[in-house]
T-cell receptor, first 116, second 111 residues
């Protein structure tokens, strides 16, 4: 069965520090997709990135970077030089091709607090 | 360019009442979804729809009913609300296999 584990429930960092949010997933499917979403205090869910299982290339977008490692079933998210606006709950999610690649299975989220 | 909207944004209802949460998207996405968000559970899928008149159950469908007569609308009905259905409900839409875009959410309280 598919599963997404975000073991870090809450993280606090001081502004300008780097922080890594961990995501470990389980799936029996060979084709799957991984996602990160951000939920700021205002409550909306903001899409950050989508990665498919055939593309292990790491990605960088500004201060954000993602490290996908199939060998450890991990899809970790790093924020460099954190800012107060990064304070949010971050969710990792998985969808599987066998289920039509449509249903997202979410982790329980990591609450990041950036202290000024 | 409204994207995806939900109404109402806040709702208080009593146990046993029927309540319908509305979701509307302007992207013509084929897929639409309903999730509930509860502390400690993340988001859990209630129902989804692949197209008009095609719906299917998700992880937690009991107590909910959906319909989709038009591509752009996907209402969620609680036929007889219970306190355990107090939650934040999110609607989302996508094209097949791609990222889902979420509405702003509806905070429902059942008293």
């Amino acid at each position: 069965a598919q599963k997404v584990t975000q073991a870090q429930t809450e993280i606090s960092v001081v502004e300008k520090e780097d922080v890594t949010l961990d995501c470990v997933y389980e799936t029996r499917d060979t084709t799957y997709y991984l996602f990160w979403y951000k939920q700021p205090p205002s409550g909306e869910l903001v899409f950050l990135i989508r990665r498919n299982s055939f593309d292990e290339q790491n990605e960088i977008s500004g201060r954000y970077s993602w490290n996908f490692q199939k060998s450890t079933s991990s899809f970790n998210f790093t924020i460099t030089a954190s800012q107060v606006v990064d304070s949010a709950v971050y969710f990792c999610a998985l969808s599987e091709a066998l289920s039509g690649a449509n249903n997202l299975f979410f982790g329980t989220g990591t609450r990041l607090t950036v202290i000024p | 360019d409204a994207g995806i909207t939900q109404s109402p944004r806040y709702k208080i209802t009593e146990t046993g009442r029927q309540v319908t949460l509305m979701c509307h998207q302007t992207w013509s996405h084929s897929y639409m979804f309903w999730y509930r968000q509860d502390l400690g559970h993340g988001l859990r899928l209630i129902y989804y729809s692949a197209a008009a008149d095609i719906t299917d159950k998700g992880e937690v469908p009991d107590g909910y009913v959906v319909s989709r007569s038009k591509t752009e609308n996907f209402p969620l009905t609680l036929e007889s609300a219970t306190r355990s259905q107090t939650s934040v409900y999110f609607c989302a839409s996508s094209t097949q296999g791609y990222e889902q875009y979420f509405g702003p959410g509806t905070r429902l309280t059942v008293t």
